[in-house]
């Protein structure tokens, strides 16, 4: 799955660690389907996400799926970019740490990881969408320059998905009102594909007694067929989008280079 990169460092005895790189991660994952996990396990859509299975490095080059072994020693950093596959074992007690890490040249692969989660009605490792808020306000407060040149275009979509998709909602006859004071930090995530709903989400009557929402690409399957009144919350408004993402093009005119 597209995750972020990763450093790794050690500190104790020498284990190997076997690496897919990004651009073959698509054969990666079709050879793991089709000739590794048995058919009844196939079935499984988000059968890749679970991470318990190891197989040996031979499945792959069988498949003619680029794979690569190396040793890392105690005081040396590994590093893994987003989309690549990688998995190793120590030939003893070990110890390392770990840490997860993006530069902006991420956020188009992570606006892709958020919509193949989505797909798989999987739990998103980061909000993407809360995120691309959180840097735009750090660009308009006059941090994170460097981020403007990524972050303009994941903007913009994210503003026409909500503009397409709130539009037909209205259209539908949808109430829409402000997210409540009491959620405003809440974390909340569709009943459906389990996105994370940030700059919006919708409920009916019963939704709300039950805790549910629904993104507004599937609202219509989560709300049951009882409720007459189906609101749209907004958390982040169509108008604050717009100024938002005016505002980041115009930081990114006024950079010096």
């Known amino acids: 799955m597209l995750e972020t990169g990763s450093l790794l ?5 020498c284990p190997h660690r076997y690496g897919v790189p990004a651009h073959a991660a698509e054969q990666f994952e079709q050879t793991c389907l089709t000739q590794v996990f048995p058919p009844a396990r196939r079935q499984r859509h988000d059968l890749l996400l679970t991470k318990t299975t190891m197989f040996s490095p031979a499945y792959l080059v069988k498949a003619c799926v680029p794979v690569y072994r190396g040793v890392q020693h105690p005081g ?8 690549a596959f990688h998995a190793g074992f120590s030939h003893g007690f070990s110890c390392a740490e770990s840490v997860n890490f993006a530069l902006p040249d991420w956020l ?14 999987h739990m998103p490792v980061i909000p993407h969408d809360q995120l691309l808020f959180i840097l735009a306000r750090q660009v308009l407060s006059g ?8 972050l303009q275009p ?6 026409a998905d909500e503009s397409r998709l709130r539009a037909l909602h209205r ?3 949808y109430h829409f009102a402000p997210v409540a004071s009491s959620e405003e930090d809440r974390s909340l995530y569709c009943a459906r594909c389990r996105h994370a709903c940030y700059a919006s989400y919708v409920r009916c009557a019963c939704d709300e007694k039950r805790g549910f929402c629904s993104c507004l690409r599937h609202c219509a399957e989560v709300a049951c067929d009882k409720c ?3 609101t749209v919350y907004e958390r982040v ?4 989008m717009e100024t938002m993402l005016a505002a980041v093009r115009q930081a990114g005119v006024c950079l010096p280079f």
């Open 76 to 83: 040396e950093f590994m590093i893994t970019f987003p989309r």
């Open 143 to 150: 941090h994170r320059a460097d981020t403007i040149a990524m």
């Open 171 to 173: 259209e539908a006859g």
């Open 237 to 240: 408004s169509l108008a604050e």
């Open 9 to 13: 460092i050690l500190c104790s005895l």
């Open 108 to 121: 188009p692969m992570g606006a892709l990881s958020s919509k193949m989660y989505r797909e798989l009605s």
């Open 154 to 159: 994941q903007l913009s979509m994210l503003l």
């Open 228 to 230: 007459k009144k189906v």
